[in-house]
């Protein structure tokens, strides 16, 4: 005899979650008791609130380190869900009735300590003994079952997967009572396959995971069944929801655990809260499996079964890809929409399924949206099967591990006033304070700036950095304010670690597994290095070394040199070792010199960006830094400088550089001056040299009268398209140009000109011209727009 109407589903099951909330319509039950941590009951309240917009996930956390977690999700279209739903709103009793999670976090770190153990015990028999302790003799069929019996019968039934057998077999069930009975089967057929044929693993850690998962199990049924006698008074009257698997063992048939025993269950300290959760952090992309690869989707075969329109779900797929494409710039037609949904039915009664599975929207997809290919679908495929929903709770009900770090290292820090909507600026000096008073006090300010700089490689979005007006200096100045938002991605972070420290260190790890130029890696070396994460900092310094052999992009050389410099110079602050950094700067400085000439083969567009490296480079070259010899950056930029097949901007700016920093002589320059500003010479050529030069040490410029005889010289003998068009350099060149400079340049051109109406153009130049003149020298010059 059952002790309670017993409702067996699949966690994440759109058509248990439909069923499930009928069943409990019909039988309106005044207890609702639900397979979960029984010591998180009293957080289920919060549910109930109408703030609280799943997903959403209970989470039980050690108050020790290193921390352990146990996470228990909860979609829209869970079971579950629809369940706690349904009992909060009809105001019924309500209760998890699983062990606690206490007990559950305790009995994993035991077995996995035991696991362990057999490892080294196994590792110090003889070979002969591990092998004799092996799986043995296999039972082809059988075993099949049980290493994986759910793919095992879905490669029976000729499905392709699991998930796809699942959901053609159970999700598309109309009928209650079908489904119910098809479950009660499903989950009575695997407890009896364990049963007679206990899985044999070979490895001596799998097979005691294994046997403790078993006997894990067992405890788990005990325990629920006194949780369920305890709590039901009249069986017709409570329904439990359980997992398939359970459903069966459920009844007073078998005995409950005894006082006893619940004595005798280990348990640790731990944090039971709520949290926000994600689907992509549902999906099996993401690592949470439990059946649920595709989120998004299974809600909407939730939402439609509500309305009672499960027969739109394929056409509601279809027009939510076809719309994402189209948004991409894609055309599709409604005519191939239609023509996919045609197809997707064809493919589930070929298939034997009443209505289309995912497998076979996504291949008709395939077929018609992407005319065969699945890259160009891969964005619409993900955001229309997985979504990117984040949950949401009231505020002040999460707290997770991560978040209980964050707030602990806030308050020992003294950064909790900066927790506010609105912004507040914090200036740190991480040098030692040798007047305060204790060793934390005096390292405060830098202690402040690692965990800061530990939250901005997170995103959580607390504080941004402004740029340092010297860099490699003591001080930082940071732009504080916290956020709702803020407390979201720090939620969204305990998935990757469960303190600020590890989390960084995962994300910095993420970012040195993308980089492929040096100057990315390079960048995450400085954050690994503002960070103090030490075991970051030396991976990435072996990661800097092996792309510094063989990067060849200018630009990323150039970051790469910036970094490294930076660090060698301001790493004392944060007790970084300079001498290993030291030999890639100077390889890269070398490299940097031996490829300057090549890069400055370029169109306008990119010189700009070339430039931006040019001076990276030229800053580095003058730090005075072992291994960088500044005549070999010298002799490199004069080369450039010469050159007249390099881009016209940047052998100017080369020559700038020379000019600035005394390395050209006054004849050289007079000569390269009306070399390059001769007449026949092209105004995309001519003037877009002057355009490089002015860009630096103007003040030196303006001494040389020789350069501005000879541009108004070049000027004058331009014919009338040739002027138009080095009108439009001209601009460009003088665009940066002060009103004080401009003014300048206007006195020297009335020394050049020396004749009538010099001297009112230099009063004149101030004067702002009317519309009238305006257009006048429009027509004046053809048309030509310099607004």
Known sequence: MLLAHTFGVRHFSPAGALHLGRFLDELGPKVVLIEGPSDATEQLKHLAHKQTRPPVAVLAFTKTR????????LAAYSPEWVALRWALENKRELAFIDLPAAVFLELHRREEDAALEAVRTAAAASEADVEHAGRGDRRDDTQAYLDDPYEAVARLSGEIDHATWWERHFEHTQEIAAYQQALHELGGQLRSLEEDFPREVGDPYGR??????????????????????AK????????????????????????????????????????????PYSYPRLSAQSGYGAGNHAPRYFEAMFEEGLRGTPERLAARYFSDVAARIRKSGHIRSSAEVIEGVRLANGLAYLNGGSAPALRDLRDAAVTLLG????LPLEKALREVEIGVAIGALPPGVSKTALQDDFHQTVKNLGLEKYLEDRE??????????RRAKTAD?????????????????????????????????????WTLRWTPACEIRLAEGSLLADSIEAGAAFRLAERLGEAREVGEATGVLLQAANCELADALAVALRRVQDLAVDDGAFGSIAHGMENTAELIRYGNVREVDPAPLRPILSQLYLRATLILYGACVCDDDAAKAVRGAIDRVHEVAFLDEEGVDPAL?????????????RNAFLSGY???????????ADEALDHEVSRRLSPGTDASVGVNWFEGLVQRNRAALFMRQTLWACLSRYVDELDDDAYRRALLYLRRAFSTFEKGEVRRVVGLLAEVWKGAGALELSRAVDRPLDVEELEKVADDLGGLDLL
Do not use: N
């Not at 080369?654 to 050209?664: D, H, K, N, S, Y």
């Open 66 to 73: 290193p921390v352990r977690t146990i996470v228990y999700p």
């Open 208 to 229: 005691h995971m294994a046997e403790a998962r078993r006997r894990e199990t067992l405890v788990r049924e005990a325990y629920m069944r006194r949780e369920i006698r």
């Open 232 to 275: 039901v008074k009249d069986p017709d009257s409570a329904v439990v929801v359980c997992g398939a698997f359970h459903s069966t063992v459920l009844s007073d048939e078998l005995p409950p655990m005894s006082d006893a025993e619940v004595k005798a269950l280990p348990r640790t300290d731990c944090v039971l809260t709520l949290m």
């Open 371 to 374: 005319q065969g290919q699945t």
């Open 424 to 433: 507040s600026v914090l200036e740190l000096d991480l040098r030692e304070d």
């Open 441 to 477: 006090a005096a390292f405060r300010d830098r202690k402040r700036s690692t965990f800061l700089h530990r939250l901005s490689v997170l995103d959580v979005g607390f504080g941004g950095m402004g740029a340092r007006e010297q860099k490699g200096t003591a001080k930082e100045k």
């Open 633 to 645: 950056w010298i002799d490199a930029v004069a080369e450039v400088s010469r050159s007249d097949d």
């Open 654 to 664: 080369a020559t700038a550089l020379l000019v600035e920093r005394g390395q050209i």
